[in-house]
């Protein structure tokens, strides 16, 4: 069953900045119909509650669904989702997509021509520290109201806390990788007016890799939290995710603990590669849970979003394509993202998928070739993502989809540790990674013939599998900056650096800078180089 996404009546005091002004509102009011921060954790059941809230900020944007009473002001709501706005970032930055609605901030995206003023760096911005906000607000709760409770009830409370610090140490480590050295608060920030003061990304690191570690124990064993919630095996995924990227956030690599946390995941015994790849995008992929190590859960009838998969499935459905018995959305598509011609000619020899099953594309009425960037027929159009089940019936809202994101899935641990073995990760055994990666393309291929051996297994062939197993999940733009391909001219795309046939960009782009506005609120930042 999908985790109840409703949300509770309740004010924060807290800023995009996880700070409050308003200390005057920390007041109980006499009206008890009226919840806010200083009667919401009255009752033991509201920490349940609250913790719905956190982990709705993963895709919704405010008070009142797809929208109203928005967290964040934007013209389009939608734009303010977290899903949204990381999905963005990480692939509309890359080769893996380019947008035709000639919308500047994603051309600029596109073309790493941004600057301190995009508007889609300020939102993913301000939904980070708005949820980084929320987080700390439920953890300093437990801290400050739980004292009186003993028993089964503190022991479930503390639980909850514990999903609260590892939604924290996700969203930090989101930060971490888009913005480098950023503003710090956490619960032992008390509310108050104050400007938090900026740490440094690899100190940023220290304190993600010690919460998750810290809260591995204390979160349930692997697959028996409640759907969409997370438990160890998502801590210890996120774990190898951050040591594989180690060198890229402090400069030191740190590959033999992603061997280290990968096993963990995959030693637990409960996760296995599902069989059919295509469903794992699908709109009853909540029922895949033997690779599926935790979702970001979607539903039409409970949660709707224009930021979550919703806006995956229709931004990139358009020209020839049948929106709603292929798609299973009624709107006709929105008829923006699609793949650029460099990456499908680099990851696909056969595009038509034929061979390698992963090459979900639609090329009726599509040219390989971009010339022209707002031209959606131009570009073939990826039909990964559906709102159809796996037995071909629609999901159950044709506009707001079903299809939950696949936030952690076990085709990443078995990636991160081929490359952190083949980077010269302590404890990592070749013959395993060469096994791990086989497998994947043993689903890919639906046998071995697309299997490969030792002597192909190196890093340029990893870039590339993950390329073709992860595109449009986010991970593109972090796995570029790894490889050092993201910026400079090793590997080029269409119009990267604004120029059709791509140009070499400058590396400060490897990392985003400051908000401008938040440059101007807070006197104890220090912007990014390059910007």
């Not at 009186?148 to 806390?161: C, F, N, P, R, V």
């Not at 995710?241 to 096993?263: E, F, H, P, S, W």
């Not at 449009?472 to 119009?495: A, H, M, N, V, Y």
């Amino acid at each position: 069953m999908k985790l109840n996404r409703s949300l509770i009546a309740v004010i924060l005091i807290s800023g995009v900045l996880g700070t409050s002004c308003l200390k005057d509102l920390d007041v109980k009011p006499k009206d008890p119909k009226i919840t806010t921060s200083a009667t919401v954790f009255d009752k033991p059941e509201a920490y349940k509650q609250f913790l719905a809230k956190l982990y709705s900020t993963l895709s919704l944007t405010g008070q009142k669904g797809e929208a109203g009473a928005p967290e964040i002001s934007a013209p389009d709501e939608g734009t303010t989702a977290f899903i949204r706005g990381w999905w963005n970032a990480q692939e509309v930055t890359t080769d893996e997509c380019i947008n035709a609605w000639g919308d500047g901030g994603l051309v600029e995206y596109h073309g790493h021509i941004w600057s301190d003023n995009n508007d889609y760096i300020k939102l993913m911005y301000q939904r980070l520290f708005i949820n980084i906000s929320y987080c700390n607000e439920m953890i300093r709760a437990v801290n400050d109201n739980v004292g009186g409770l003993s028993g089964a009830q503190k022991t479930e409370i503390d639980a909850y806390q514990a999903e609260a610090r590892f939604l924290r140490a996700y969203y930090y480590f989101c930060a971490m990788d888009l913005y480098g050295n950023v503003p710090f608060v956490t619960e032992a920030d008390k509310p108050g007016a104050f400007l938090p003061k900026q740490i440094k990304r690899a100190d940023l690191f220290k304190y993600v890799e010690s919460e998750l570690k810290a809260v591995a124990d204390l979160l349930p064993q692997p697959g028996a939290n409640e759907y969409a919630r997370a438990d160890r095996a998502a801590a210890w995924t996120l774990l190898s995710r951050i040591y594989l990227n180690a060198q890229v956030y402090t400069g030191t690599a740190m590959y033999g603990d992603c061997i280290k946390y990968a096993n963990e995941v995959i030693g637990a015994g409960k996760y296995s590669l599902h069989g059919k790849y295509p469903e794992l995008f699908l709109a009853d992929n909540d029922k895949i849970k033997d690779e599926i190590i935790m979702p970001i859960a979607s539903s039409g009838a409970s949660s709707r979003s224009y930021g979550d998969v919703t806006f995956i499935i229709h931004a990139g459905v358009g020209g020839s394509e049948d929106a709603a018995n292929t798609f299973g959305i009624a709107s006709g598509g929105w008829g923006g993202n699609r793949l650029t011609t460099a990456f499908v000619n680099t990851q696909f020899a056969d595009p038509s998928g034929n061979t390698d099953k992963r090459a979900i594309f639609h090329t009726a009425g599509q040219t390989l070739t971009i010339t022209h960037p707002t031209v959606f027929t131009e570009g073939y159009l990826s039909a990964k993502w559906k709102n159809i089940t796996s037995t071909g019936a629609q999901g159950g809202n044709s506009t707001f989809v079903e299809t939950d994101f696949p936030l952690f899935r076990l085709a990443e641990v078995y990636l991160n540790y081929a490359e952190a073995t083949v980077r010269g990760g302590a404890g990592g055994d070749a013959g395993k990674a060469l096994q791990y990666v086989n497998a994947l393309r043993t689903r890919a291929y639906e046998g071995a013939s697309g299997n490969i051996n030792s002597g192909q297994l190196n890093l340029d062939f990893l870039l590339q599998e993950r390329g073709r197993e992860f595109y449009w999940e986010f991970q593109r733009r972090t796995d570029l900056i790894r490889f050092g391909k993201f910026t400079g001219g090793s590997l080029l795309w269409d119009f990267k650096g604004n120029v059709m046939a791509g140009v070499s960009t400058d590396a400060h782009f490897n990392i985003f800078p400051i908000p401008a506005s938040d440059m101007l609120l807070n006197n104890n930042l220090t912007q990014n180089p390059g910007y």
